[in-house]
């Protein structure tokens, strides 16, 4: 199985224009600042989640999996 990967990146203004697009597409939104900082300083748009986060975004997936009563996919 593949790692999730990022699809954007922002800060301030620009997150928050992220965080709207999502929400009116219909994308659940979570947010963890630590976790989206770690994201932003290690990653690129089109990066694969760097494996020292994999634990983290995993536990964020599961709640979004919950979130829309769906089981998460098996590894």
Do not use: C
């Not at 593949?2 to 947010?31: C, D, F, H, S």
């Not at 990653?43 to 760097?50: L, M, Y």
């Not at 964020?60 to 590894?75: C, E, F, I, R």
């Amino acid at each position: 199985m593949e790692a999730p990967v990022v699809i954007a990146k922002g800060a301030r203004l620009v997150a928050e224009k992220i965080k709207k697009m999502a929400r009116e597409a219909g994308v659940p939104v979570i947010e963890n600042k630590p976790l989206a900082r770690a994201l932003f300083k290690m990653s690129e748009v089109g990066d694969e989640i760097p494996e020292d986060l994999f634990k983290a975004v995993a536990e964020v997936l599961a709640h979004v999996y919950q979130m829309k009563g769906k089981t998460a996919p098996a590894t």
